[in-house]
């Protein structure tokens, strides 16, 4: 049966960017779910937090016949969260109007396209990713599950991305380069040569810095 609407998971900034573009292709949002107890009875741009814990969102989301979308920025925790509700809930695809999405590209289920966002040819985005605003992944481009390309970021032609990672606003993937697993990339790198998995890199060129660990946020 076609779902209804959507439930999304995460009241914060995320999720009232995923209710918009989730209006702006007629979606209906039929609530928000959040792990804060404190935020049970409040309101994302008029549209109410009516359950609080996964048992919770997986009830009312069956009894509605609703798909879930999780608005979580944090990779790790996205990856976590999905993990946890694994085949108990469908997931919402949501692409907004003015993202270009190539006939032949491939979009993962949970995962969001925003405003300007392009993905070209034969590009393929894994599930519960984010392409932001105004991002480019180029033709041929392999992306992971749980992967953030963040505002303004752009991919050259055949960019490999491991799972999980992250590139910050603004960085350049020169084409043909992989980046590794759990990765993250920071603001207004250049990366032209490959990166391995789980560390951090920075700087025009970009270079590894450290490792990498779920608390890192460079988006």
Same mark, same amino acid.
């Given at each position: 049966?076609?779902?209804?609407?959507?439930?999304?998971?995460?009241?914060?900034?995320?999720?009232?960017?995923?209710?918009?573009?989730?209006?702006?292709?007629?979606?209906?949002?039929?609530?928000?779910?959040?792990?804060?107890?404190?935020?049970?009875?409040?309101?994302?741009?008029?549209?109410?937090?009516?359950?609080?814990?996964?048992?919770?969102?997986?009830?009312?989301?069956?009894?509605?016949?609703?798909?879930?979308?999780?608005?979580?920025?944090?990779?790790?925790?996205?990856?976590?969260?999905?993990?946890?509700?694994?085949?108990?809930?469908?997931?919402?695809?949501?692409?907004?109007?003015?993202?270009? &999405? !190539?006939?032949? #590209?491939?979009? *993962?289920? @949970?995962?969001?396209?925003?405003? $300007? =966002?392009? +993905?070209?040819?034969? %590009?393929?985005?894994?599930?519960?990713?984010?392409?932001?605003?105004?991002?480019?992944?180029?033709?041929?481009?392999?992306?992971?599950?749980?992967?953030? &390309? !963040?505002?303004? #970021?752009?991919? *050259?032609? @055949?960019?490999?991305?491991?799972? $999980? =990672?992250? +590139?910050?606003?603004? %960085?350049?993937?020169?084409?043909?380069?992989?980046?590794?697993?759990?990765?993250?990339?920071?603001?207004?790198?250049?990366?032209?040569?490959?990166?391995?998995?789980?560390?951090? #890199?920075?700087?025009?060129?970009?270079?590894?810095?450290?490792?990498?660990?779920?608390?890192?946020?460079?988006?």
């Amino acid at each position: 049966m076609q779902p209804q609407g959507i439930y999304i998971y995460g009241a914060g900034g995320h999720g009232a960017v995923a209710l918009e573009v989730a209006r702006a292709t007629s979606r209906a949002v039929l609530g928000f779910a959040d792990g804060n107890s404190n935020l049970r009875g409040s309101q994302v741009l008029g549209v109410p937090v009516r359950a609080t814990t996964l048992g919770e969102l997986i009830e009312v989301a069956r009894r509605e016949e609703a798909e879930v979308f999780l608005a979580i920025g944090s990779n790790s925790r996205r990856a976590q969260i999905a993990g946890r509700l694994g085949d108990a809930v469908p997931f919402a695809t949501l692409v907004h109007p003015t993202a270009e &999405v !190539s006939p032949s #590209a491939q979009v *993962g289920p @949970g995962s969001i396209l925003l405003p $300007g =966002s392009i +993905l070209h040819a034969r %590009a393929r985005v894994g599930a519960h990713s984010i392409l932001n605003t105004g991002s480019i992944v180029d033709h041929d481009c392999d992306l992971g599950d749980f992967v953030h &390309v !963040s505002v303004g #970021a752009r991919l *050259g032609g @055949g960019v490999r991305v491991g799972e $999980g =990672s992250l +590139l910050g606003i603004g %960085a350049l993937v020169r084409n043909g380069v992989s980046i590794g697993a759990k990765t993250i990339v920071g603001v207004g790198a250049a990366v032209v040569g490959d990166l391995p998995a789980e560390v951090v #890199a920075w700087g025009v060129p970009a270079r590894v810095q450290r490792p990498s660990n779920d608390q890192d946020s460079f988006s």
